[in-house]
């Protein structure tokens, strides 16, 4: 069975819906495929005491305000999986799920959407699959003889599930400090980075961030010096688990070893740790396998992205990447971040589709 529609939207997470938001408002046909049985896209699978950095009005979707979260000022997973559920049914948006896009090729003047059930075949594209999806697993030495536990941040669930146990967090971001700081009271704590953990100051929330990204970005699209950015503020927003643990003593971190044995990790000195439990919260990599028929990275893997255009590819100008970073809009990976990129991209295709 095959459809045809004027936009598709890969991804029913919290980029998809931004932009399914604007191109409802412009009259536009479309669908939003999501591989999800459930909405509320990443966040449903997040661990339990992951909170966001700002109150719920700084973390808002276009059109419709977070509501605050009861006893809470930072919002947790939970909430932000309902707010995001509750903003696909008040706008009606034509989500179909679980979809499993499996493609996007060329046919003629359309792009084919392969999925599992079905071709769709659409004027343009609009990818947002984000990045949950692709942890990334650094190549450290050992790491396949360790016999303990391995677990991405993707894995991990609660203390409770490595209470008491020797266990070594590696990753100086945000996830890293948020996962130590969770299993600071109940374990035995070994926090690995590769250099010192840089706070930002403990006022910034994620609307400062958002406002370092998008100067940063008016900065380099006038041909002035590079602010920075998000970077030049620090890696960890000190949220307050983290801000607790910091301040008691019990983030202290270790530089980054060069292995792993059967038992544990080890440093360049010879030092070790033994181990039961190492937590990767090494990042992630944009989810963009279904791209693959269309041919679009280049020699370092990206997909070249139009200078005007943020969020437009440049050698399939039917397809828009939205929420997968910086590189596709200012903090586009953010809640409060996506909708001007969403918004930019709903109006440019639909222009290209009428």
Not at 69 to 90: C, I, K, S
Not at 219 to 228: I, M, N, V, Y
Not at 265 to 285: H, K, L, P, S, Y
Request: glycine fraction near 14%.
């Amino acid at each position: 069975m095959s459809r045809t529609t004027q936009v598709v939207v890969i991804g029913g997470g919290q980029a998809g819906l931004a932009a399914g938001y604007h191109l409802r408002r412009l009259g536009v046909d479309f669908a939003v495929l999501d591989a999800q049985d459930r909405p509320g896209g990443a966040w449903r699978h997040a661990w339990g005491s992951l909170s966001l950095f700002s109150p719920a009005a700084y973390s808002s979707l276009p059109g419709r305000p977070m509501p605050a979260q009861v006893g809470a000022v930072h919002p947790d997973a939970g909430h932000v999986a309902a707010y995001l559920t509750d903003y696909e049914r008040r706008y009606g948006l034509p989500v179909h799920r679980p979809v499993h896009v499996t493609g996007v090729h060329r046919d003629g003047r359309f792009l084919r959407v392969e999925t599992g059930s079905g071709d769709w075949r659409a004027q343009a594209v609009i990818s947002a699959t984000g990045t949950w999806w692709r942890p990334f697993l650094p190549a450290v030495p050992g790491r396949a003889d360790f016999r303990g536990r391995q677990l991405h941040t993707v894995g991990y669930g609660s203390p409770r599930d490595l209470a008491g146990l020797r266990v070594v967090v590696v990753g100086g971001g945000n996830s890293g400090a948020q996962i130590a700081a969770d299993l600071a009271y109940g374990t035995e704590l070994t926090w690995a980075t590769r250099r010192p953990p840089r706070f930002l100051a403990d006022d910034i929330d994620g609307r400062a961030l958002f406002d370092a990204a998008t100067a940063r970005r008016r900065a380099l699209d006038e041909g002035r010096t590079d602010t920075g950015g998000v970077a030049s503020l620090g890696d960890i927003v000190a949220v307050p688990p983290v801000r607790q643990a910091r301040d008691a003593g019990l983030l202290k971190a270790a530089p980054m070893f060069v292995r792993l044995d059967r038992g544990g990790v080890v440093w360049a000195d010879g030092t070790r740790a033994d181990a039961d439990a190492v937590v990767w919260c090494t990042g992630f990599r944009p989810a963009l396998s279904h791209l693959a028929p269309l041919g679009l990275r280049g020699r370092r893997g990206r997909i070249a992205m139009d200078a005007l255009e943020g969020t437009r590819s440049v050698a399939e100008p039917r397809l828009h990447l939205l929420g997968y970073g910086d590189w596709t809009g200012p903090a586009s990976a953010t809640l409060i971040g996506v909708g001007r990129p969403a918004r930019d991209a709903a109006r440019a295709v639909a222009d290209l589709v009428r």
